[in-house]
């Protein structure tokens, strides 16, 4: 897929592939950067060069940035404020390019337009990231926080090692989804292949089509919904009923990752362990002898 | 004066492996490296410090005593990190640093990759110290992992890949990630098969730890897997570093490892002791670790070095039956 051209505009002063990491403030060049502004009209030079109309408060294309820059540039837009809107940033021409961006952590909204190769946004936190294209192995690897949004396929291992945020998938993802997850949402809207879950010890998996073999394997603690068939659960693994609870936490979980349908159409898996540690609190709880 | 630092094993298990002084032609020394200057870099490391047997104040303490013997030190940001998140031994540059690449990645933090000279990709299932697979709830408490030890599940490959031959994947990221001059190794315990783990050559890897202090069922047999792998590892790569996490030996058997062709070797059945409870069964303190450190360890390791050093020529292995 070819990527879309940016807005001829833009190009000068967001710099194409620039090599300036202070952000857009110093990226009209260091003429600006020391000494008094050049004679003429004063609002003029005050001018931060950017397209206001423009959503973005800056684009950078990929294929012509060093990842190094590009990592400081984008951190550089990031806001700690929580409750603050985030700034959105753009990225294009990402020409499968892997290892995008591996331990970012700022407040930032990232559009990113075009296809990943591996390991993008390893480790990383806080960011609100778009991608819109295809997405290789180890899709958000080591997730810390923040949401990551694919409207594509990702490959095997998407989510691996997740430790909170969300992760998801539009399309369709690989096998080992989830992999040692251990805290975190992963959503996938299509199908996912075989060992799903495996290891993973925590955090919830939802899967809106069809899953491959082995679903949960060697996995503890991870709750596991699905919509479409199950070739096979692993063993020490179990479909558990969708309780009132469930189903309403389900609900908006599907309605925060976008994935149509209802809740009560999923299926709940999960450990044989944590079923009868649950049925036993239930039993706490409500009584039947009462 | 210092007490004498004691072997940890009593000398001999490796008498097949003689020093003459006279140099013998025909001896079947070890291959020869093509790189030896970079095996010259690190004779010692400290493989799997059971770093929450201590504060993380002391540990970070003793990581920077023991790193100043030269000694390479393995661990994760978070086992040195004081509770204001400073750890010195990190803010040294100079101290050579393992970053341990667990499968499940507990502990790891962007902060480790970015400061480590050696990355160590195991690709083993984690022991625990009751002998079965997976981790002791204090390692997990302190990699701030929430999860409990019954729950913890160990992996034996990152478990992104789907089979062996996705390896080059992992290299390649870890490459790519870490500083440039940072070398990406592997290991795995020695009862493996050198075939199993795919295309030494598409992974193009610095260098492989083996590990054969817990292969109880080799039954003493471990050096014929160590030249096993040894013969393996070079033929796919002439320069790769070979280095050995071997069982409890005397400090003479340690130096005879290098001359089977090892590159480093594991001093951690001399520096576990450094932090190991104290007789009240107390976790020590900095000076607790500091006394033992001084009790004669640093000449031990000094006594390693130089014997390995001897002319390598001189160096006879007998027929190993």
């Known amino acids: 897929m070819l990527p879309p051209d940016p807005p001829h505009a833009r190009d000068a002063a967001h710099g194409r592939g620039r090599v300036d990491a202070q952000g857009p403030a110093n990226a009209q060049g260091p003429a600006n950067a020391q000494g008094p502004p050049p004679p003429g009209d004063p609002l003029l030079n005050l001018s931060s060069g950017r397209d206001l109309l423009s959503q973005f408060v800056d684009e950078f294309d990929v294929a012509q940035t060093d990842p190094t820059v590009l990592m400081a540039s984008i951190s550089n837009q990031g806001v700690d404020d929580e409750d603050a809107e985030l700034p959105a940033v753009r990225l294009f021409n990402t020409g499968g390019i892997d290892h995008l961006l591996p331990g970012f952590d700022a407040g930032v909204k990232l559009q990113i337009e075009g296809d990943l190769g591996n390991y993008p946004l390893m480790m990383a ?5 778009r991608i819109h294209g295809d997405v290789g192995v180890g899709l958000a690897d080591g997730l810390r926080g923040g949401v990551v949004r694919v409207r594509g396929n990702a490959g095997n291992g998407a989510g691996v090692c997740m430790q909170g945020g969300t992760v998801a998938v539009y399309g369709s993802a690989g096998h080992r989804t989830g992999a040692a997850m251990r805290g975190g949402g992963m959503f996938v809207r299509g ?14 998996i939802v899967v809106g089509g069809r899953v491959g073999k082995r679903l949960g394997n060697a996995a503890s603690s991870v709750s596991i919904f699905v919509r479409g068939e199950i070739a096979s659960i692993a063993d020490g693994f179990t479909e558990a009923p969708l309780r009132k609870q469930a189903l309403l936490q389900l609900g908006m979980l599907l309605v925060s990752a976008a994935i149509r349908g209802d809740a009560k159409d999923f299926r709940r898996i999960v450990s044989i362990d944590r079923l009868q540690a649950e049925e036993s609190r239930r039993g706490e709880i409500n009584p039947n002898w009462r | 004066m210092a007490e004498s630092f004691p072997d940890p094993a009593p000398s001999a298990d490796l008498a097949f492996v003689r020093w003459q002084p006279e140099a013998i032609d025909a001896v079947p020394t070890p291959r020869p490296r093509v790189n030896p200057e970079l095996a010259q870099v690190i004779r010692l490391f400290w493989d799997d410090p059971p770093w929450a047997y201590v504060d993380a104040g002391v540990a970070d303490d003793i990581a920077g005593q023991v790193a100043k013997l030269g000694v390479a030190i393995s661990g994760m940001a978070c086992e040195w990190s004081k509770e204001d998140g400073q750890s010195e031994f990190l803010s040294r540059s100079s101290a050579p640093r393992i970053l341990p690449y667990r499968p499940e990645r507990y502990g790891l933090t962007p902060d480790d990759w970015l400061r480590c000279n050696i990355i160590d990709v195991r690709l083993d299932r984690a022991i625990r110290g009751d002998g079965g697979f997976g981790y002791d709830a204090n390692d997990l408490m302190r990699w701030n992992t929430e999860i409990d030890s019954d729950r913890a599940i160990a992996l034996a490959m990152p478990p992104e890949l789907v089979s062996v031959d996705d390896l080059p994947i992992k290299v390649r990221q870890l490459r790519a990630i870490a500083p440039p001059r940072c070398s990406v190794f592997a290991s795995c315990g020695s009862a493996h098969d050198p075939t199993k783990f795919g295309d030494f050559k598409a992974c193009d890897w610095d260098g492989w730890i083996l590990r054969v202090d817990r292969d109880d069922i080799l039954e003493g ?18 320069s790769i570093r070979l280095w050995i996490v071997p069982p409890p030996l005397a400090a003479a058997d340690m130096a005879k490892l290098f001359a089977l062709g090892v590159d480093a070797v594991a001093c951690d059945a001399y520096c576990d002791r450094l932090l190991w409870p104290t007789e009240l069964g107390t976790r020590p303190t900095r000076d607790d670790t500091r006394q033992r450190l001084q009790r004669g360890l640093p000449a031990r390791l000094t006594q390693i070095l130089a014997w390995a050093d001897r002319q390598p020529g001189n160096w006879f292995v007998d027929q190993i039956t």
């Open chain 2, 221 to 238: 047999r471990w050096v014929q897997r160590l030249l096993l792998w040894r013969d393996a590892l070079v033929d796919a790569k002439p």
């Open chain 1, 125 to 129: 936190n806080r960011m609100d990231a």
């Open chain 1, 191 to 204: 199908d996912v292949g075989d060992d799903c879950g495996l290891g993973a010890s925590g955090g919830t």
